[in-house]
């Protein structure tokens, strides 16, 4: 069973930031791209962003452009979401994503975790 633990997530004011963390206990995904998606309430799942397994490629939704980095550390099994200039739109579930490949990381990512809330206050 693969488990994907998110973190970081949590209350912060328009304007603020969070860095989300995701990690793979028991198991490497070193050579797997990684991503984040996010649920609203009442919305769809939508993709944020993703990184390429060796981090020299990244991608991210229009929405977070230039507001989110997505970054990862392979020693320490790890990827991270820093966001900063959020906004009360930000405010959803987000979820850490696995997958081998970055293509498909970013639309149908075969490993999923539980996901960890985060709430934008205006």
């Known amino acids: 069973q693969v488990q994907l633990v998110e973190s970081g997530g949590g209350l912060v004011q328009a304007g603020g930031s969070l860095r989300l963390s995701c990690a793979a206990p028991?198991?490497?995904?070193?050579?797997?791209?990684k991503g984040w998606f996010r649920q609203a309430p009442g919305k769809e799942r939508e993709f944020v962003a993703a990184?390429?397994?060796?981090?020299?490629?990244?991608y991210y939704a229009n929405s977070v452009q230039g507001r989110f980095t997505i970054s990862r550390d392979n020693a320490k099994n790890t990827a991270y979401l820093q966001m900063n200039s959020l906004k009360p739109e930000d405010t959803a579930v987000y979820f850490c994503?696995?997958?081998?490949?970055?293509?498909?990381?970013?639309?149908?990512?075969?490993?999923w975790g539980q996901g960890t809330p985060v709430t934008v206050s205006s």
């Open positions: 994503v696995v997958d081998q490949k970055v293509g498909v990381v970013q639309t149908t990512p075969a490993y």
């Open positions: 990184i390429s397994w060796g981090g020299g490629a990244t």
């Open positions: 028991g198991r490497t995904f070193s050579t797997y791209a």
